[in-house]
Antibody, heavy 120, light 110 residues
């Protein structure tokens, strides 16, 4: 059974750096084709894929947020970390991490999500 | 930036059939975009329904089917149930790791 769980602060101040951790079980980020993605959803808005990290340490970043995001993995801990610099109130959203099995099967399993509010 | 477009909203009667589409700003959606479809009920995380255009996950009811038609990815719901009222998102793969979600379709069962 695959599980993912997001953790991190619920409130951050504008201009600060947000760090979110995804802790997963039931799969290995060493397996060919596997990835973990971060997806966010602002209140009442659509899903937005922020970043994906792959088994071979390749990374994808949303073009509009690329300069502010860093995604890393720790395969020994089964964790993926996303950092977002210089946050703004528009970054207030629920942040999800999700498992990518291969290039055909994206995000079959999701975490419950964590709501992050950016406010002074 | 690549845009993926879905109908903002659709309404269907219980027991009816409805078709949701997913289009790409780069041109026709093909099998190499490996369309994935997700359902999201209010207050819940998204749930995967379809992968690689037409493959159901083991947990996906048979009334959900996916296809490619007319240059778009299509999600068809047949015999719609009240619990199918939700937001539906497609996701397309554009190579080099790039994946883009559509804007979502709010499906009302009425």
């Amino acid at each position: 059974q695959i599980t993912l769980k997001e953790s991190g602060p619920t409130l951050v101040k504008p201009t600060e750096t947000l760090t979110l951790t995804c802790t997963f079980s039931g799969f290995s980020l060493r397996s060919t084709g596997v990835g973990v993605g971060w997806i966010r959803q602002s209140p009442g808005k659509a899903l937005e894929c922020l970043a994906v990290i792959y088994w071979d340490d390749d990374k994808y970043y949303s073009p509009s947020l690329k300069t502010r995001l860093t995604i890393t993995k720790d395969t020994s801990k089964n964790q993926v970390v996303l950092t977002m610099t210089n946050v703004d109130p528009v970054d207030t959203a629920t942040y999800y991490c999700a498992h990518r099995l291969n290039y055909r099967t994206h995000f079959a399993s999701w975490g419950q999500g964590t709501l992050v509010t950016v406010s002074s | 930036q690549t845009l993926v477009t879905q109908e903002p909203s659709l309404t269907v009667s219980p027991g009816g059939t409805v078709t949701l589409t997913c289009a790409s700003s780069t041109g026709a959606v093909t099998s190499t975009n490996y369309p994935n479809w997700f359902q999201q009920r209010p207050g819940q995380a998204p749930r995967a329904l379809i992968y690689s255009a037409s493959n159901r996950h083991s947990w996906t009811p048979a009334r959900f089917s996916g296809s490619l038609l007319g240059g778009k990815a299509v999600l068809t719901l047949s015999g719609v149930q009240p619990e199918d009222e939700a937001e539906y998102y497609c996701l397309l793969y554009f190579g080099s790791g790039q994946v883009v979600f559509g804007g979502g379709t709010k499906l009302t069962v009425l």
